[in-house]
């Protein structure tokens, strides 16, 4: 789904996994700022207090001040509800068994599922951004959406052929080649897991605040969960809508564009203009990247 900025700019969050204080702290934010929330997913699970946030999160997006992706607790606890011949581990049997307790609560999940998104896009300052809970797989890019894509949206990508057991689950190793495939010019936001790039698992510790990386195509990735609703905190970016005032670059380039023409190749005149063009299209990509405008903002436990 590509939104269109109508408000400030966003305030994309990470996981929340049902701990409300913090969530709450999140939307009030958003609210002061005028900014749209667009949460990355696992919403629910670990914590308690799931009916809480999904209320909240449901009244936000029927006022459209806010937007959700599908995260893989909620695909587990919805697949579940649907079909529970599905195991489950003990993070979504604590919102199962709420289900189970509260009708009200099961109703308003399903609600919150029925309006779910696989992604969401963006464009700020001339940025583009693209939010999911998991990943992107490589081939999104290139215009599939076939299941192995979809399913990397929420679950990320894994090495299957090592298995790590926690907490009477098992684990595949998580791998972040995809990474490497986001385009020039786009920016990947994801919760999902962490402890994001280790090369192994690392239970109960979790980064202290957002992790970006950045591959040779000039494609960047930010990891937001920082282990909401398991002992870590809630964070967001935020990403505002400036008016960016590029007129002054634009007219430099123009006139030395001009100059350059009338230069003789290989000159010092022609040597000087091209690094002085080449210094100005770079202030004008920053200027214009909204990159650079993105804040983290930590809404603590």
Known sequence: ??????????LVLGDVHAVYSPFARAVDYAVENNLT???????????????????????????QQAHAIWGNHEWKVRRWLSDNSHPVGWPSKITIDQCHDDRQFQQAFLELCNRLHDFISFNVNGHSYFVAHAGFHPRFWEGELNDEVLSTFRNGMADYS???????????????????????????????????????PIWDQFQAKPTT?????????????????????????????????????????????????????????????????????????????????????????
């Open 162 to 200: 090592k298995q790590y057991e926690w907490k009477d689950q098992i684990y595949p190793l998580r791998v972040y080649d995809w990474t490497e495939y986001v385009p020039e010019g786009v920016t990947v936001l994801v919760g999902h897991d962490p402890t994001p790039l280790r090369p192994e």
């Open 213 to 301: 990386v950045a591959n040779n195509k000039g494609g960047k990735t930010i990891f937001l969960d920082c282990g909401s609703g398991k002992g870590g905190d809630l964070w967001g970016a935020v990403i505002r809508k400036t008016a960016v005032d590029t007129s002054d670059i634009t007219r430099q380039i123009n006139e030395l564009t001009e100059q350059l023409a009338l230069t003789e190749p290989d000159s010092y005149d022609h040597i000087k203009i091209s690094g002085d063009l080449e210094l100005l299209d770079r202030q004008l990509k920053q200027a214009t990247s909204g990159t650079s405008n993105i804040e983290y903002v930590n809404f603590g436990r």
């Open 37 to 63: 929330i667009v949460a990355v997913g696992d919403l629910v699970d670990n914590g308690n207090e799931g009916d809480m946030v999904v209320d909240a999160m449901l009244e936000l997006i029927f006022a």
């Open 1 to 10: 789904m590509e939104l269109k900025t109508e408000q400030n700019g966003y």
